[in-house]
């Protein structure tokens, strides 16, 4: 049983551009969390999602920022004309059910730099 | 608001010396608290956790304690290995089910 994949790893944009990132949640784990971590900080919460629905964009910006996770095929966080201020690194857990305080497990993050 | 607090790192030890990861918290109400690894090129795992005051979370030979009185939850182990170089992120939740609020990570070095 794969655990949380994300992809890609590394990830290298212009400003302006957009980034792409991708999370394939462990088997039978239909609860994604979006998390990001900026140089010298802790994660902060982004996002929940469930199969189709966003449950809690809380953590979300407002703008430029958007998060999927349709019923077939991977979570996606979308960032629009990235800025140098969106280089960080963020992480992607899922869950069996709506605690990460029990069964979550989390993928290796994607690291965004803007250049 | 709630927050944490852990030691900067890096912390560098030899092998086979005793371990001791600072975290203090702020919270509002009676939070869970958690003891994440990220050891390289791997992705978070949780370590520990303990979910009321007094509770000590313990695995592979880590250990820590909830302390209300003092809002710490600080990591230890007895005699740490280099297979034990990682970073170590502190983290508690309240209110939700789901949204972790973290420290900033510790990095460890253990030198052989």
């Known amino acids: 049983n794969a655990g949380v994949m994300q992809n890609p790893r590394h990830l290298v944009r212009r400003r302006g551009q957009e980034a792409r990132l991708r999370c394939s949640p462990m088997?039978?784990?239909?609860?994604v969390y979006w998390y990001r971590q900026l140089p010298e900080e802790g994660l902060k919460f982004m996002v929940y999602?469930?199969?189709?629905?966003?449950?809690?964009e809380s953590g979300m910006p407002k703008e430029r920022f958007s998060a999927e996770f349709p019923k077939e095929g991977p979570s996606i966080l979308r960032i629009q004309q990235v800025v140098r201020g969106d280089s960080a690194a963020y992480f992607c857990a899922s869950s069996p059910d709506g605690r990460t305080d029990r069964r979550a497990f989390f993928g290796q993050g994607t690291r965004l730099t803007v250049v | 608001g709630n927050s944490v607090t852990q030691m900067e790192g890096p912390v560098t030890l030899s092998e086979e010396a005793f371990l001791t990861i600072n975290c203090t918290y702020t919270?509002?109400?009676?939070?869970?608290l958690f003891w994440y690894v990220q050891y390289p090129g791997e992705g978070l795992q949780l370590l520990l956790k303990a979910t009321k005051a007094d509770d000590k979370g313990s695995n592979k030979g880590f250990e820590a304690t909830y302390r209300k009185e003092t809002t710490s939850f600080h990591l230890e182990k007895g005699s740490v290995q280099v297979s034990d170089s990682a970073v170590y992120f502190c983290a508690l939740m309240v209110d939700s089910n789901y949204q972790l609020i973290w420290g900033a990570g510790t990095k460890l070095i253990i030198k052989p």
């Open positions: 919270a509002t109400g009676y939070p869970s």
């Open positions: 088997k039978g784990h239909s609860h």
């Open positions: 999602l469930q199969k189709e629905n966003i449950i809690d």
